[in-house]
């Protein structure tokens, strides 16, 4: 099961934070912080995934974005993982037509509903991508009724 899911920027600004669990300290701007930054930090030649506070972390940057996994330690694959991502970036990039940062900060509600369609409650849910998408396309095709 997946604890949580960053998505930051090389700033180490949050630009997408999305938990599954309570269990995190209760200071989660500094801990999504030293996260990033340890994220960011880390050279090209590295592993994309390592141990941090109790944690498995996969991540993979994206252009100016980061997107980080968190699970509990030896509960899921890493490259698995890293699938997950790829199919997250994927789906986004057809949606918003090759997505940028601006579009997590000013279509955030859109990005939880993409998220919310891959991974319901922390668990996988759907691995295809026109299901994904098929509730914003419905969403989107929905007439605009004015209450008078």
Excluded at 38 to 48: A, E, F, N, Y
Excluded at 51 to 57: K, N, P
Excluded at 59 to 83: C, H, K, M, T, W
Excluded at 104 to 129: D, R, T, W
Aim: proline residues 5%; glycine residues 4%; charged residues 25%.
């Amino acid at each position: 099961m997946i604890s949580f899911v960053l998505i930051v920027n090389k700033t180490c600004q949050t630009r997408f934070a999305k938990y599954y669990t309570s269990k995190l300290s209760e200071d989660l701007p500094s801990f999504e912080h030293a996260l990033g930054k340890k994220c960011v930090g880390r050279p090209q030649h590295h592993c994309l995934f390592f141990h941090y506070e109790g944690f498995d972390i996969v991540y993979r940057p994206y252009a100016s974005l980061y997107v980080i996994v968190g699970s509990p330690a030896d509960q899921e694959n890493e490259f698995g993982v890293l699938e997950w991502i790829q199919l997250f970036v994927e789906s986004m990039d057809i949606y918003f037509d090759k997505v940028t940062e601006l579009d997590f900060v000013y279509q955030l509600e859109k990005v939880h509903m993409i998220m919310e369609e891959i991974l319901p409650k922390g668990i996988l849910g759907e691995s295809n991508q026109e299901r994904i998408l098929e509730p914003l396309s419905q969403l989107q095709e929905t007439p605009f009724e004015s209450r008078s």
